[in-house]
């Protein structure tokens, strides 16, 4: 007897309710639960429960497309370092390891010369010392090249840095309920450009 309740009762707590909603969001409704393969019913309710669970705002859209951007933006900025070196640093650099060599060879011969007479000496004076002034440019050259090197080593940082900024806006985020006022999102956002600024 008492059996027959029990399932009355369920099925009077399943009672559906209805949400009424305009013709364009009724055909967005069915183009998702077409894509996906599922009935309209249990969309919606992934929806919700998806909603619920991670305590997002629907009409904020902008967490996916501002990681996006900043993740597209990390790439641009690391493939123009790659453009940069091949085509800039690596042939710079080559170049100046074979002027440096060519300097040594044009030493060794004048220094290798038993010419003593003054107008050799002077010569060789004057050599020398557009040699010392073109060393010291080839080695401030190369102390740039150093500098880049070491930038372009600390890539790497960058990215580690990157990382943790986005993890920690992300994590942020999603720690925010429905009640989470607009002034702190804000503040989040805020917050982020600053830190990336800083990179």
């Known amino acids: 007897m008492n059996k027959p309740m029990e399932s009355q009762k369920t099925s009077e707590e399943k009672t559906l309710r209805t949400i009424k ?68 640093l690596i042939p710079i650099k080559r170049e100046v390891d074979r002027m440096i060599r060519n300097q040594k060879n044009i030493v060794e011969f004048f220094n290798g010369q038993q010419k003593h007479n003054k107008v050799v000496l002077e010569v060789d004076r004057e050599m020398l010392d557009g040699q010392k002034k073109h060393t010291e440019v080839i080695l401030q050259v190369v102390g740039s090249l150093n500098d880049i090197s070491a930038k372009m080593e600390s890539k790497e940082s960058l990215k580690e840095k990157f990382r943790y900024i986005l993890e920690n806006y992300i994590r942020t985020r999603e720690g925010f309920g429905m009640m989470t006022s607009a002034k702190e999102k804000e503040e989040l956002q805020r917050n982020t450009r600053k830190q990336i600024d800083l990179l």
């Open 21 to 88: 909603y305009d013709i364009q969001t009724a055909q967005k409704m069915e183009r998702i639960a077409l894509k996906l393969g599922r009935p309209q019913r249990l969309v919606f309710m992934q929806m919700v429960d998806y909603f619920h669970r991670s305590k997002k705002d629907p009409k904020d859209v902008n967490d996916e497309l501002l990681k996006n951007t900043l993740l597209k933006q990390h790439r641009d900025y690391i493939g123009f370092i790659r453009t940069q070196e091949s085509d800039i």
